[in-house]
C-alpha cells in the first residue's frame, strides 16, 4: 500500500524560509511524478508545483515561481519543497500528492489534482506580516 507523508511545516515571518519534506513508500518512488498542492481556508486546493519522474522536468504555479524550489531523491523516496521569500497569502496547508500510476509521457506533470491518487496528511504553513 502506498503512503506519503509531508512534514516541515510551521510559522515563519514574511520573507522566510521553510522546507517541506514528503517521504513515501510501497512503490516504486523512481518511477512517479511527484507534486505539491496547497489549500488555503475557504479556498479550493490548487496546484504549487510539480516534478516528473526524472527531475528533469519541474512545473510552478505563477505565484511561486522564482521563490520555491521542488526536488526529489530518489534513493530516500522523498521529494522537498524549499520555499524562499514567503508572503503571508502563502499561508495554506500543504500536501504532498502522486498517482497510483506512471504517466506514458514521461515529461507530463498534471496540475489537475484530479490526476493524483496518493495524498499526505498535510502540513500546515503559517506566514505572520
Known amino acids: 500500500q502506498v503512503q506519503v507523508e509531508d512534514s516541515g511545516g510551521g510559522l515563519v515571518q514574511d520573507g522566510g524560509s521553510l522546507r517541506l519534506s514528503c517521504s513515501t513508500s510501497?512503490?516504486?518512488?523512481?518511477?512517479?511524478?511527484m507534486s505539491w498542492f496547497r489549500q488555503a481556508p475557504g479556498k479550493e486546493r490548487e496546484f504549487v508545483a510539480g516534478i516528473n519522474w526524472s527531475g528533469r522536468t519541474t512545473i510552478y504555479a505563477d505565484s511561486v515561481k522564482g521563490r520555491f524550489t521542488i526536488s526529489r531523491d530518489d534513493a530516500k523516496s522523498k521529494t522537498f519543497l524549499q520555499m524562499n521569500r514567503l508572503k503571508p497569502e502563502d499561508t495554506a496547508v500543504y500536501y504532498c500528492?502522486?498517482?497510483?500510476?506512471?504517466?506514458?509521457?514521461?515529461?507530463?506533470?498534471?496540475?489537475?489534482?484530479?490526476?493524483?491518487?496518493?495524498w499526505g496528511q498535510g502540513t500546515p504553513v503559517t506566514v505572520s506580516s
Open positions: 500528492a502522486t498517482p497510483s500510476k506512471p504517466f506514458t509521457n514521461g515529461l507530463f506533470v498534471p496540475q489537475d489534482k484530479g490526476l493524483y491518487d496518493y
Open positions: 510501497g512503490y516504486t518512488f523512481s518511477d512517479y511524478v
